[in-house]
């Protein structure tokens, strides 16, 4: 079976700080992703990555970054976190296009609140 | 505007009994349609997969039918159980890219 792993389930930071989300899949999948879900407005695609040191920003990269030094981590930085960044963080992972159907991999979600 | 749509937003049913649900989607190119289901404070779990030439696809209870000439595709839930409550995502892949579009979910309430 797919393993994706969250560090945290929940996390409560304060405005300003500094802030790693981290992702570990098991499966050795080329291809990651770090998406927020809120409500009202579905999954939303923050930044991707299809192969160690490579990123991709997605539909939403402002205020995070992302690293991926290894194959099976990817990491989310929120430089300085705000409030507006409070919200549900969820990482997936899959195979490279064209060799499976791209499905999607999820860990089971950081929710995350900035006071 | 959202490339996928969802309906209904919300939707409570009584334990044993069917519902489903609907999405409608815009992306184009198509490549393949998924459903996932997310219990609450849990990450998606994908339940089917179709691809352009596939019109339905069972998981357990769960059936799932594409339409790709109207764009359309429906979740269909026999016989709920509680555990069934949950939201269900329709996810629409595009060809040659792997992006995704997501829809808003269908929130299934199931009560006894």
């Known amino acids: 079976d797919v393993k994706v792993t969250q560090s945290s389930r929940y996390l409560v930071k304060r405005t300003g700080e500094k802030v790693f989300l981290e992702c570990v899949q098991d499966?050795?999948?080329?291809?990651m992703f770090w998406y927020r879900q809120d409500p009202g407005l579905g999954l939303r695609l923050i930044y991707f990555?299809?192969?160690?040191?490579?990123?991709e920003k997605g539909d939403i990269p402002e205020g995070y970054s992302v690293s991926r030094e290894k194959k099976e981590r990817f990491s989310l930085i929120l430089e300085s976190a705000s409030t507006n960044q409070t919200s549900m963080y969820l990482c997936?992972?899959?195979?490279?296009?064209?060799?499976?159907?791209?499905?999607?991999?999820f860990g089971p979600g950081t929710r995350l609140t900035v006071l | 505007k959202n490339q996928v749509e969802q309906s209904p937003q919300s939707l409570i049913i009584l334990e044993g009994k069917n519902c489903t649900l609907q999405?409608?989607?815009?992306?184009?190119?198509?490549?393949?349609l998924r459903w996932y289901k997310q219990d609450t404070g849990r990450g998606p779990v994908s339940l089917t997969i179709?691809?352009?030439?596939?019109n339905t696809k069972s998981n357990g209870r769960y059936t799932a039918t594409l339409d790709a000439d109207t764009k359309q595709s429906s979740l269909h839930i026999t016989a709920s159980q509680l555990s069934d409550s949950a939201s269900y995502i329709c996810?629409?892949?595009?060809?040659?890219?792997?992006?995704?579009?997501f829809g808003k979910g269908n929130q299934v309430v199931v009560i006894p």
């Open positions: 997936a992972s899959n195979d490279r296009p064209g060799l499976v159907l791209n499905e999607q991999f």
């Open positions: 499966m050795d999948h080329e291809n």
């Open positions: 990555s299809y192969d160690v040191k490579m990123k």
């Open positions: 999405c409608n989607y815009t992306v184009s190119p198509f490549s393949n």
């Open positions: 179709m691809t352009f030439s596939e």
């Open positions: 996810v629409v892949i595009t060809y040659g890219n792997n992006r995704l579009a």
